[in-house]
Every structure is written in C-alpha cells, then in structure tokens.
C-alpha cells in the first residue's frame, strides 16, 4: 500500500487547481478517499466530529449486500444447472458456456463451485456494465457541476444487478442504469437530494420498456430453451400462485416455506433469499446505519393487511388465501424491506415517520399482490409510491408534534 499512497502522493498536484488535469479532480478525489484516509483538517470554529462519514456508511451497505450477491451467484448457477438437460449441453450457445466448458467445469447442479462459477459469469457481466454505465454519470456530473464524486453509487450500484434477471440484455442494463442516476438522482442534485431510490426507478424503468426480458416464465432461468430438460417450468412462486392459487401451488409444486426463506427458487438475481436479507438487517441495524423502524414497520403492515384479507377471502383469487409469513419470504419483500425501503435519502426522516412509511409499504405490497393481476411482484413500485409520499408523511408528524406541544405548554 505504501508504493500506491506515493504514487497517489506524487500525481496529486497534476489534479489539483492549477494542474494539468484539474478538471478530473472529481475521478482523482474519489478514488483517493476510497483507498486512503483523507488528510484534510477542519480549520474553522466548532463542528461536528463523527467517525461514520458517507463514504464509510456506504461501505457498510455494500458489506451487508455481500451475502445477498455471493448467494446469488450460486442460486443463478444452480437453479441453471439444474435446468440443462446434459443430453442437451452440445446445444447451449453464449460466452459463459464456452468459459464453462474451456475451463471443464461441467454443469453439475450438486457442485457448488461449478454453481458459483456458472452463476458470476452472468452476474458479473451485469455488475461491470452497470458500474462502467453508471460511473460514467457520475463523473461526468461531478465535472460538470466541480464538486466530487458522490459515494453513493457504491451502494446503487450493486443494488441495481441484484434486482435483475441473469438473461437481461446488458445493453438494456447500460440503458436503465442511465436513466436511474440521471432521472432519478443527478438532476435533483446528486446524492441526498434525490426523492426516489435510484436503483428503483432503474429497475421500473426496465420493467416498462422492456417487460419481454424482466417479466415472465423464462428470464429467470439462465439456460437456453432448446437445452433444458423436457417439461421444465421456469415460473417463480408468485407467478404460480398468481395463475393458481395458493393453496393449489403449494401442494402440486411441493413449494416449502422453508425453500422460500432460504431463496433456492427462481427469481431476480438477489432477491430470492430472505435468510441472506436477514443477515443483511442485522449488520445494518447493529450498525445504525439501516432503520429498524422502517423495518418494523413494513413487517406491521404486511401482517395486519395480510390478515384483513384472509378473512375477506375470495372463492375466485387464490392469492386472498396468502398467510403473512409467505408474503415476507415471495418474490423482493425482503431485500426492498432491508436495502431499498431504508434509503436514508428518499425514505422519511422522522422517527414516527418511518414507522408511518414502513407500515403503508407492507400494507400496499400485499394489497397490490392479492387485488391486481397485472404486478404479482408489487414491492418495487409500493416503494416507489411511498417515496413520493414520504415528504407529506414527516410534514404531518411535525405538524402534528408542534400541535402536541403547544397544547402541552397552553396547560
């Protein structure tokens, strides 16, 4: 490290006012600080010390995405060696499967190393387009407006594959990334002034221009067509219900409560595993950094609104019959409670307020899953909508405490 800090030393003054290269301070600033304690000082009067800085609260989010991204790499892998037909394998076409087979890995669903592999190779691919896309935004932002370059897309960045399928097309993942951080962060101002998660609107904005290759039976299986076994169904658990019922679907498809926490099943790339999420909440509520109360309640809600609609009952919507608990563990209930409802930055800010926020989140998901057939998967957009609401839902918290307190001191 001692040879990088004096190169990084002896560069420095090209990037600084004056240099050579000072426009490109931002991309020289943000690599330097992450690699680097900066060895700035504060030299005005009092201010705030804290140890967490941005940078480091990001750090900490993509820590505790870690166990969500290694775990899909190897379901992705699995459930695609699962899929193939080794009768069929001669068929399979794309560059992973010729890295598989020059490398003699094989397709073995039983291997978790040969899953691993299989699985990065169309995680990674999404990863380095969705960092070179969305980098490249975030430098040219920074230029532009000379300030440096916000920490985070460390976090949105990650965010945003997790919540594909492993077959998008990467040029459709350049494309929604774009639009993500350009309309939903950098034109209100960049990092923490942004009303909507950026990675959400990446992720809706995909959802409606290109429904053919982020919705349906056969994005989520990272296998050709013409090479899975015979009669293999590539549906997920909320797709089945939908078309089945609950009850129906989890006795015909031998679907466990159990399979679904752990995330053996198909789904969006890091989505699937709500044991891996819980990981994830508990580093970030240990912590500080996620909020255990917009958690709770997006928890709350999903249960009394679950509950309300249990006895409501249908003879015709098998999804009336949904208990709670498998909401929670369907489809992205647990990764947008953990990683995409806690956004400190469009999520609200007072402490009624995120139990408020969390609690019509869960209430939305479960009414959007039972009553409307067009989005099974309803986490994404009652986010979204809350988002927006979020601003209206701290301005009547305070409003509702300065009322308290003024009839409190009135006494």
């Not at 003879?315 to 369907?330: A, K, L």
């Amino acid at each position: 490290m001692k040879f990088l800090l004096d190169l990084n030393n002896r560069v420095k003054k090209n990037f600084e006012r004056g240099g050579r290269f000072e426009k490109l301070y931002p991309l020289f600033e943000a690599n330097d600080t992450f690699l680097f304690t900066p060895d700035s000082v504060t030299r005005t009067a009092s201010h705030v010390r804290d140890g967490l800085d941005l940078k480091r609260m990001m750090i900490t989010v993509v820590v505790a995405l870690i166990p969500c991204t290694v775990f899909a790499m190897w379901n992705v892998g699995y459930q695609a060696n699962l899929a193939i037909d080794p009768a069929k394998i001669e068929s399979l076409t794309g560059f992973q499967n010729a890295v598989i087979q020059a490398l003699g890995i094989g397709y073995n669903a039983s291997n978790p190393i040969a899953c691993f592999l299989h699985g990065a190779l169309y995680f990674l691919p999404v990863y380095v387009v969705t960092i070179l896309a969305g980098g490249f935004w975030e430098v040219i932002f920074a230029i532009v407006r000379k300030h440096e370059v916000n920490e985070g897309f460390l976090v949105t960045s990650l965010l945003i594959p997790l919540t594909l399928p492993p077959t998008i097309p990467l040029w459709q993942v350049a494309i929604g990334t774009s639009f993500g951080i350009v309309f939903g962060k950098e034109v209100f101002g960049g990092t923490g002034m942004n009303f909507l998660n950026p990675a959400l609107v990446a992720r809706a904005f995909l959802f409606f221009a290109y429904p053919g290759q982020i919705t349906g039976d056969q994005v989520w299986v990272a296998a050709d067509q013409a090479a899975r076994v015979d009669g293999y169904s590539g549906a997920t658990i909320l797709g089945i219900t939908r078309l089945e019922g609950f009850n129906h679907a989890a006795s015909e498809h031998s679907y466990s409560w159990w399979k679904a926490f752990s995330g053996v099943e198909l789904g969006s790339m890091g989505e699937t595993s709500a044991l891996m999420c819980f990981i994830g909440a508990v580093i970030l509520i240990a912590t500080g950094v996620g909020s255990w109360r917009t958690m709770s309640g997006v928890a709350v809600g999903t249960i009394v609104m679950s509950l309300l609609m249990n006895m409501v009952h249908s003879t015709t919507n098998g999804s009336f019959e949904i208990p709670f608990y498998w909401h929670m563990v369907m489809g992205g209930w647990a990764f947008g409670t953990v990683f995409m409802a806690t956004d400190p930055v469009s999520s609200a800010f007072t402490n009624t307020g995120k139990l408020i926020y969390g609690f019509m989140i869960g209430a939305f998901v479960v009414l959007v899953r039972v009553v409307n057939p067009a989005y099974p998967e309803a986490m994404m957009l009652s986010i979204l909508f809350m988002n927006m609401l979020a601003p209206l839902v701290d301005h009547y918290v305070v409003k509702a405490n300065i009322k308290k307190r003024l009839a409190r001191n009135a006494a």
